[in-house]
């Protein structure tokens, strides 16, 4: 659905993306996460068939962004940063000019448009001028936008800023069930929950390259290596005790006062025999739960390791 090959993008003397590769597949939401200035909008803006490439190639349902750009955005819904809607236009007369340059038939702009704004919540204020919504609403609407001519494929940029967390709700929500309808997303976002919640790859852009892509467990498995586990105590005066017991089973370290932490890529195998031996040995155990990996630490060290190469572009 989307495929860019090499793709690179510069101004002058500034390169803003260097021989990007990137492909998503049907049904697929990959996030394209980085730092201000890495080249997510210049790589959008190519996609979506706005900036030509300066060289390499992308294609769009196997149209090419360069040689076909017409056909791709008119196959694409596009919501920007910045969406810039018609003030002086009421929501539904803004959706019904944007249906109309999209090629819709005003009766079935019409039906898409209602479906949107009801599940968006702004059906009520349909006949309202779009200058008098607030920054969440505005922003809604400039997702129906992107989405009222039904594209197969959609390019998101930060889709959920200025919105209150139950607006954000009912977005994230929506785009879940766009991508269960086997539309392609590429979304763009500083949210790293957000981003850890919807997709299904994520790829990290810094410099115009990418230089990380896979699924947040791929990823988490390379930098991040095998999962931590937490074993809290009951008694913190058994820690000594339980730390001799594991010791030929496991490295594990003490936590304060009560706690003991391991890394074992088999917890299956490990962490029974671990539970027996302390129950046995009468030492109570009120929880062993894996510790949380979170987006967040895994961007940061992927991001400082990147910092820490060599300059080679």
Not at 214 to 238: C, V
Not at 277 to 284: C, S
Request: charged share 25%.
């Amino acid at each position: 659905m989307i495929e860019a090959i090499h793709l690179s993008k510069q101004f002058g003397d500034f390169v803003a993306v260097r021989d990007l590769d990137l492909i998503v597949q049907p049904g697929e939401l990959v996030a394209l996460l980085g730092p201000n200035g890495a080249g997510k909008t210049t790589t959008v803006r190519m996609l979506a068939a706005i900036l030509p490439p300066s060289s390499g190639q992308a294609r769009i349902c196997g149209h090419d962004v360069a040689r076909d750009a017409p056909r791709v955005r008119g196959m694409v819904g596009l919501l920007t940063e910045y969406p810039g809607l018609y003030g002086r236009m009421a929501a539904l007369e803004y959706l019904a000019f944007f249906g109309a340059l999209l090629g819709l038939e005003a009766r079935q702009c019409r039906q898409r448009s209602e479906m949107l704004l009801r599940q968006f919540g702004l059906w009520e204020v349909r006949d309202r001028h779009l200058e008098s919504f607030s920054k969440g609403m505005r922003q809604k609407m400039a997702l129906i936008r992107a989405m009222i001519h039904d594209p197969p494929v959609l390019f998101l940029d930060e889709p959920t800023t200025a919105m209150d967390p139950q607006s954000a709700r009912t977005v994230r929500d929506a785009i879940g069930e766009l991508r269960s309808a086997k539309r392609s997303i590429l979304l763009t976002t500083h949210n790293l929950s957000e981003a850890e919640e919807l997709a299904d790859r994520i790829a990290i852009i810094r410099g115009g390259q990418i230089i990380a892509a896979g699924t947040f467990a791929e990823l988490s498995q390379q930098l991040l290596g095998e999962p931590t586990f937490e074993l809290a105590l009951a008694r913190s005066t058994d820690l000594d005790r339980a730390l001799m017991i594991t010791r030929d089973l496991v490295a594990a370290q003490p936590v304060g006062a009560d706690r003991l932490v391991w890394q074992t890529g088999e917890p299956h195998l490990l962490n029974p025999v671990i539970l027996e031996r302390l129950l046995t040995a009468g030492i109570a155990v009120y929880r062993l739960a894996e510790r949380p990996r979170r987006l967040e630490d895994l961007y940061l060290r992927i991001v400082a390791e990147d910092e820490a190469l060599p300059a080679t572009r």
